[in-house]
């Protein structure tokens, strides 16, 4: 396992977040039942007992009631929130009589999605706002005053993004007085040209790779805190294959599980930790097994030759 970037400025936050998209049952309109909020205490209490103190939200999961679930079990038990990190994102908005789904950087729209997060939560501050998705239409200084707003109200304490490419990293820092910790992208063995960018420099393999060039170096250097979103592609290596090169993967994860005596979950992950950079993932399980299974991955660290593997079981063939 390596040394995440984030403990700069979360000294321990956990290697591994929760992600709480799934708690609050549909993405409706209507409330959370009984069995969805024992269902939301169950997973938080499994995450934390397996040593998972980070949370991840965001304004739009259920329709808002992500973040009121977990909030109504904070009250319960309100020693929680100084135990825990919990970070929320901002910036998308489902269509409405106003117009479609759309990306909304505005500072009146960050600062009131803020504040609805944090009533939602029922607390008084967030520990890490990612802006959620780029926003062509951003004003960089409409977003550098809602959060030097934010900062000095005491309402959000570090800032970050999720996907987007380091230019657009670098473009937005040059604006803000905060730096940006966290980027948090989807990465996982099968939306793994991340990896496939590294290693096609200049060679005719690299034509379809859809990553940002030189993300990963950036945030390397610039100490921000790589997140991976759908870290277990979903689910797809835990169901029957449906491709080949998942088949023949997890042919080769179930080796690996054998080996170090975990599960498949395990090996997804610790694929995911073994690179350098230090990668924090976010699961979305709601599963209590494959929770356990993910927190077990802090203690597997994959050889050379089993990284390399499994990469090149999913590529199809072998790197250059
Ligand atoms: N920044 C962004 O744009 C963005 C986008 C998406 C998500 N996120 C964040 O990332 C978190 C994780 O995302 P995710 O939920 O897509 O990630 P994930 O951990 O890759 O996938 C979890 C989903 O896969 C299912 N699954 C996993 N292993 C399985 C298995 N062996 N068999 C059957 N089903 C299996 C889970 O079902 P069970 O619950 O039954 O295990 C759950 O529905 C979210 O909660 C959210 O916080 C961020």
Redesign the pocket.
């Given at each position: 396992m390596q040394t995440l970037a984030m403990t700069t400025v979360l000294s321990d936050a956990s290697p591994i977040?929760?992600?709480?998209?799934?708690l609050g049952g549909q993405w409706d309109g209507l409330g959370y039942t009984a069995a969805e909020l024992k269902q939301a205490h169950h997973c938080i209490e499994v995450a934390l007992e397996e040593g998972i103190n980070f949370f991840?939200?965001?304004d739009i999961?259920c329709n808002g009631k992500?973040e009121q679930i977990f909030g109504e079990i904070l009250a319960t038990q309100p020693q929680l929130r100084e135990q825990i990190y919990i970070q929320s994102?901002c910036g998308i908005r489902f269509a409405d009589q106003e117009g479609p789904q759309r990306y909304d950087f505005s500072y009146q729209h960050i600062i009131d999605s803020v504040n609805g997060s944090l009533r939602r939560l029922g607390c008084g501050y967030l520990d890490i706002l990612?802006l959620?998705?780029p926003d062509p239409l951003m004003e960089p200084e409409e977003v550098a005053r809602a959060f030097e707003q934010l900062a000095a109200a005491g309402k959000v304490r570090h800032f970050g993004v999720?996907?987007m490419n380091h230019h657009q990293l670098q473009f937005l820092q040059r604006y803000l007085d905060q730096p940006l910790v966290v980027n948090?992208?989807?990465l996982?063995l099968l939306h793994c040209d991340f990896v496939e960018s590294m290693v096609t420099v200049n060679d005719h393999q690299g034509q379809s790779v859809h990553f940002s060039e030189g993300l990963i170096e950036y945030c390397a250097e610039q100490n921000v805190q790589l997140?991976?979103?759908?870290?277990?592609?979903?689910?797809?290596?835990?169901?029957p294959a449906t491709e080949a090169k998942v088949a023949m993967a997890q042919e080769h994860i179930d080796q690996y599980a054998r080996q170090f005596g975990c599960e498949?979950?395990t090996i997804l992950l610790a694929w995911l930790m073994r690179l350098p950079i230090g990668i924090q993932?976010?699961?979305?399980?709601?599963?209590e097994q494959?929770?356990r299974a993910?927190a077990k991955a802090v203690d597997v660290s994959l050889s050379r030759e089993q990284w390399y593997q499994l990469f090149t079981d999913i590529r199809g063939h072998h790197i250059p």
């Open positions: 977040a929760f992600g709480c998209m799934g991840d939200h965001a999961y992500s994102k990612l959620h998705r999720s996907n948090q992208m989807e996982n997140q991976a979103w759908s870290p277990l592609a979903k689910g797809v290596f835990g169901r498949r979950e993932p976010v699961i979305g399980t709601m599963n494959r929770i993910c």
